[in-house]
């Protein structure tokens, strides 16, 4: 779903999200304050070698959300998936869901770790607040996602053009099928008419 396109990571640690996330084809830009250590930059780098993604990852030293904003703001920089699993007390998911939503993409979608932290939930319930649709999973550390109402809207659009395409292709057959009695009777009106002034005469 996300094969190709740019996704954004806040929180790596040791890398082992961002190396499934960019074996799914992910080209992802990940920030963490970790990364400004030269021995966890190094391991986080290797890891990604060793799972040959390193070419897809591009690794960021430094905080959400500043530095997601600069990042956005820089390289005018929009993701089509977001994985939020920063720091998990609060306020901090609900800074860092406020910094990611103008960066997201129309269809995109955030995903929240760790839910079981109150801190967390706060990202997620802030998105549903601001209309974007919402689910949870019950994973072991319970995990949200969230992706614009747009695609209900989207959905409503094509089901109005599915049900716009069987009206006119119901009207059409109904007209082929009017056609043949309705034109049959009048021409038999006609013919009626023609008759009864031809005996008048
Ligand atoms: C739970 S770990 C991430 C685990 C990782 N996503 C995984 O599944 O393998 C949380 C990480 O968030 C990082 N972190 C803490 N505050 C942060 C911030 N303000 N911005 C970005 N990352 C932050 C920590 O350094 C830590 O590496």
Redesign the pocket.
């Known amino acids: 779903m996300f094969k190709g396109k740019r996704g954004l ?9 961002a190396c499934h996330v960019a074996l799914a084809g992910v080209e992802l830009d990940v ?4 990364l400004e250590q030269p021995e966890s930059f190094q391991s986080v780098r290797d890891s990604l070698k060793r799972a040959g993604v390193l070419s897809s990852v591009r690794l960021i030293p430094g ?2 959300p500043g530095k997601v904003e600069e990042l956005a703001e820089q390289e005018q920089r929009r993701w089509a998936f977001i994985f939020i ?3 998990h007390e609060s306020p ?1 998911p609900l800074n860092d869901a406020k910094a990611c939503e103008p960066f997201a993409e129309d269809d995109a979608l955030i995903l929240f ?2 839910l079981v932290s109150p801190g967390v939930a706060e990202g997620l319930e802030y998105l549903k607040r601001k209309g974007w649709n919402v689910m949870i999973y019950h994973t072991m550390q319970i995990m949200g996602v969230a992706w614009r109402a747009m695609l209900n809207l989207l959905s409503i659009i094509q089901i109005l053009v599915f049900f716009g395409r069987f009206l006119l292709i119901y009207a059409i057959f109904a007209e082929i099928w009017a056609e043949k009695p309705l034109r049959s009777i009048s021409k038999l009106k006609l013919l009626q008419k023609v008759h009864k002034q031809n005996s008048i005469g």
């Open positions: 990571e806040v929180g790596c640690w040791m890398g082992w999200s920030i963490d304050p970790i905080y959400s699993d920063g720091d901090h770790h760790d």
